[in-house]
């Protein structure tokens, strides 16, 4: 699958692409190709159902592939290692008040819980129900 922040990152104009490899910019060679596993069930039920906002997505997709697609001693109770929302917000080139309202949004909708300021538990499967549907579990821990 397509990294999504690689794909937002990279976006740029035809005539800045262009003016780029005319200029032989090291921007245009710094885009790595790199994999992430995100559930087809986010494109298929969450993007549709829960109608979020970029924002959202992008901080949403931050944690998740911090939890579930890069190495992670937590990764069996789907806790995050601690991280700094000064990071996160210089990672996703957003500003911090927008990563706190994101935050906020996706604790409401459950797609996140807090454990502490900087590490929270995500659901593989996004939802309780798809979580439940699609065997998976916590080794009995659950927020």
């Known amino acids: 699958m397509v990294d999504l922040q690689s794909i937002l990152a990279g976006h740029r104009s035809k005539s800045s692409h262009k003016e780029l490899h ?8 710094q885009l790595k190709a790199s994999l992430s596993e995100i559930p087809d069930l986010f494109f298929d039920r969450i993007v549709v159902d829960y109608k979020l906002s970029r924002i959202e997505i992008l901080v949403l997709m931050y944690i998740y592939r911090r939890v579930w697609c890069y190495p992670n001693l937590h990764r069996d109770y ?3 290692p601690m991280m700094s ?11 911090i008040e927008d990563v706190y309202s994101a935050l906020r949004k996706l604790e409401e909708q459950e797609f996140i819980k807090t454990i502490r300021a900087g590490q929270y538990f995500v659901r593989r499967y996004f939802s309780r129900k798809n979580d439940e549907e699609l065997g998976q579990n916590y080794s009995d821990f659950d927020v």
């Open 22 to 29: 005319d200029k032989g910019g090291d921007e245009a060679n």
């Open 78 to 80: 789907g806790i995050s």
């Open 85 to 95: 929302h000064t990071e996160m917000a210089k990672v996703l080139a957003l500003p």
